[in-house]
């Protein structure tokens, strides 16, 4: 076996072996963006709960510990008690509605030495125990609801809605690891991850990036409204609308957290291309207020915009009230961080969850995944059903429903 062969194994079983680990892993995408991958195992403790109800638990002692508190002061209070530790990393994720949340807190992590590993992984027959997927909802329920939005968008209730579907496939058996690996070769982007909880494990492919803030309190989000075929160059008026709309959106809500004047927006459309297709992004960016906390970062901006609608609150009530399931961590956000204060995270899109089950349950591994796409006016039903495809494309591929 070679050297660097070793390295990959060792760092995959470490992966494993430990009840909670994470690798952030920027595989690919756009160069620039692809250059930030560490990973951790054996947390010190980890934290979970709702958004008013947190839970404590040591990982030595087991020791649990329950507090009806906002989970984001929480958190804070956590960040200022491991200050002095300089390498100390917290890594979690929220709930799209912050129904449920997890983090742990690493005393450390590691990085790779020349940059990102390299995991050679093989997509092999269809991991699903049956021939087919089960959807909440049909491909003429999906075509019926973007009518919906649409009508919606038309009484002046709502500019656009960003709709999704959830699928859900019973497998032969699970490997999360493995299952990751086959995403990341078949979906590469740069704010993927691999993330394993007592409760949940996430497998993420994400492109997009949500909450990005340095040492000096730069506060940047990148939302992508916009996906094209992979040859495509131009961006059709639909798409324009699509993205401004929510740069829009975007820069009103850090204008609540940021300095005055500090808002802008950068880099207005740009196509990045990513394996199998191109998206559409724009970067708005500022600086944020001395006194601004954790909690009122997210309070701003979550959930994201590019996934919800505009305006925001009018979209999630549509939401609410025509997608059948809950979306859970799907358009949530996964990310990470520093005692430093810098942070960064990720929307949950691209992602493979893996609930953990017991008993009888335990020999019928339960995977989902969700596609979407944001509706306007003057949306075509059958080319976002189309669009909807193509963003699963990679996730089909994983599973080996689709030919790699």
């Not at 506060?219 to 160059?233: F, H, Y």
């Not at 956000?333 to 520093?338: A, N, V």
């Not at 509706?375 to 429903?401: C, F, N, Q, Y």
């Amino acid at each position: 076996m070679k050297l660097k062969e070793q390295k990959n194994n060792l760092f995959l079983d470490s992966l494993q072996e430990s009840e909670i680990s994470f690798w952030v892993d920027s595989s690919g995408g756009p160069e620039k963006y692809s250059k930030n991958s560490f990973y951790g195992i054996n947390p010190a403790y980890y934290i979970y709960g709702n958004l008013n109800e947190v839970n404590l638990v040591d990982c030595e002692s087991g020791a649990i510990t329950f507090d009806t508190v906002n989970c984001f002061d929480f958190l804070e209070e956590k960040l200022k008690e491991e200050k002095q530790n300089k390498d100390g990393i917290f890594i979690g994720y929220f709930s799209y509605d912050l129904s449920d949340f997890f983090f742990a807190y690493f005393d450390h992590c590691h990085s790779f030495e020349n940059g990102n590993p390299f995991v050679e992984t093989l997509c092999a027959t269809s991991l699903l125990s049956n021939d087919s997927l089960q959807s909440n909802m049909t491909d003429i329920e999906y075509l019926k609801n973007v009518q919906k939005i649409k009508e919606e968008i038309k009484k002046g209730n709502v500019y656009q809605v960003n709709l999704t579907r959830k699928y859900i496939a019973e497998l032969k058996e699970l490997d999360e690891l493995d299952l990751y690996l086959r995403l990341r070769q078949e979906s590469p982007n740069p704010y993927g991850g691999y993330f394993k909880t007592p409760f949940l494990s996430i497998l993420s492919s994400s492109p997009e990036e949500f909450i990005h803030v340095d040492k000096n309190r730069l506060i940047r989000t990148r939302p992508i409204k916009g996906t094209l075929q992979e040859n495509e160059k131009n961006i059709d008026p639909k798409n324009q609308a699509e993205n401004i709309m929510i740069v829009d959106l975007e820069r009103n809500d850090l204008g609540k957290i940021c300095e005055y004047g500090s808002v802008k927006a950068k880099n207005l459309l740009e196509i990045e291309k990513y394996k199998n297709l191109n998206h559409v992004v724009s970067t708005v960016e500022g600086k944020l207020k001395n006194d601004v906390n954790l909690r009122q970062i997210f309070e701003a901006l979550f959930p994201g915009g590019s996934i919800t609608g505009a305006p925001k609150i009018a979209a999630m009530k549509i939401i609410n009230e025509i997608e059948p399931t809950k979306r859970g961590a799907y358009t949530g956000s996964f990310g990470y961080i520093k005692t430093t204060g810098e942070m960064k995270f990720n929307i949950l899109i691209r992602t493979i969850f893996a609930e953990h089950r017991n008993g009888e349950e335990k020999n019928r591994p339960i995977v989902s995944f969700n596609v979407g796409g944001g509706i306007v006016a003057d949306s075509d039903s059958e080319a976002e059903l189309e669009e909807t495809r193509l963003k699963a494309s990679g996730i089909m591929k994983a599973l080996g429903i689709e030919a790699c």
